[in-house]
Each structure stands twice: as structure tokens, then as C-alpha cells.
């Protein structure tokens, strides 16, 4: 199986790699949009700033490859951002795969921003999470998050309901780190290969 990691300058891509051999996958990472067009499965991985990193995905064409892909296709935590309408980060427009938009987490006196570490995943449902279940935890590190909205396929409740996931045709999205969350991540990355 050719699974494509898309690389793109954000940090974070070689946990990712490694949760991928671990379960018997060996990725080819690569920004070539022959090699991306060309992959049975996608992933787009991030950790970093949503402007920059959009202004880096079109100056190298990668904004519209990504959107014409018809293989499935994973974006993870900075990743599902970006294929959100639009973000409060840097108030930028995204790929617009989801017509959801991302927004900063409110002040709060109680919980610390940005939201790191564990937290239960609720209403999950699609093949992602087949034979995971329902609150299961997982594994987070952000200050923005998606809306709910009809492409919502699980919740996480951290100062406010959240999308933990997001899938449309064969575009899925998570926004916690399966690479970093324990059996439930590696599931949920066995579940997308399997798709």
C-alpha cells in the first residue's frame, strides 16, 4: 500500500511516520503533487500556524492538489483546521473542504488554553472509529478547534462542544494526535488504512 504523508514544512511529521511503521506502515512523505495524486491513502499531518501554513500550501500549488483528491484522505490537528471555511488563526480562508470554521477557545478561569493532554471523544461515529469505544480518550494540543456542524462525526467538551473529527466523502479529520493516543489512535489510523 503507497501512503502518502504530505510534507509542508509543519513540524510534528516524524511521530507521525513512526505510528505508521508501527502498525506495519511504511509512508513515503513528499510535497510532489504527482507523488500525493498517485498514493492510495493521504495524510496530512501539522503542528503549527494556520496563515503561514496555508500561504506555504498555495505558494506550492498543494491547496488545490488536496482538494482534488479522490483517494482517502486524513488530516490531523492542524491539518483538520486547515481543511475547515476558515480560521480565527491569523484570520485566514482554508481549503474549505468543511464548512466549519475554526475559532480561538474562549478565556476561562478554569481550564488552561491551549488544551493539552487527555480528553474523552463523544458521539463517535464513522469507519474511523470502528471497535473504539465511546468515550474513549485521546491525545490533544491546541488553541483552536473546529465548530460543530453536519460533518461532525465525534465531540470533545473542553470550555466548549468541539469537533474531535470531521469526514465528508473520502476527506476524514481528526483533530487529536492518533500518533500520541495510546490503542485508541492507533485504531483510528488502522481504521483510515483499512478504508
Known sequence: MNVVVIRYGAGNIQSVLFALRRIGINPVLSSEPEV????????????????????????????????????PFLGICLGLQLMCKHSEEGDVDCLGIF????????????????????NNIE???????????????????????????????AKTNYINPFSASLSKDNFYAVQFHPEKSGTTGETTLQNFISL
Not at 464548512?99 to 487527555?118: E, I
Not at 465511546?134 to 478547534?145: A, C, D, K, P, R
Open 99 to 118: 464548512n466549519l470554521k475554526v475559532k480561538k477557545f474562549a478565556p476561562s478561569s478554569v481550564y488552561k488554553v491551549p488544551h493539552v493532554g487527555w
Open 36 to 71: 500525493i495524486s498517485k498514493a492510495d491513502k493521504v495524510i496530512f499531518p501539522g503542528v503549527g500556524e494556520a496563515s503561514s501554513t496555508m500561504k506555504e500550501l498555495k505558494s506550492s500549488g498543494l491547496d488545490t492538489v488536496i482538494k482534488e483528491l479522490k483517494q
Open 123 to 153: 458521539q463517535s461515529e464513522g469507519p474511523l472509529f470502528k471497535g473504539i469505544p465511546e468515550n474513549s480518550y485521546v491525545y490533544y494540543v491546541h488553541s483552536f478547534h473546529a465548530e460543530i456542524g453536519k460533518e461532525t462525526c
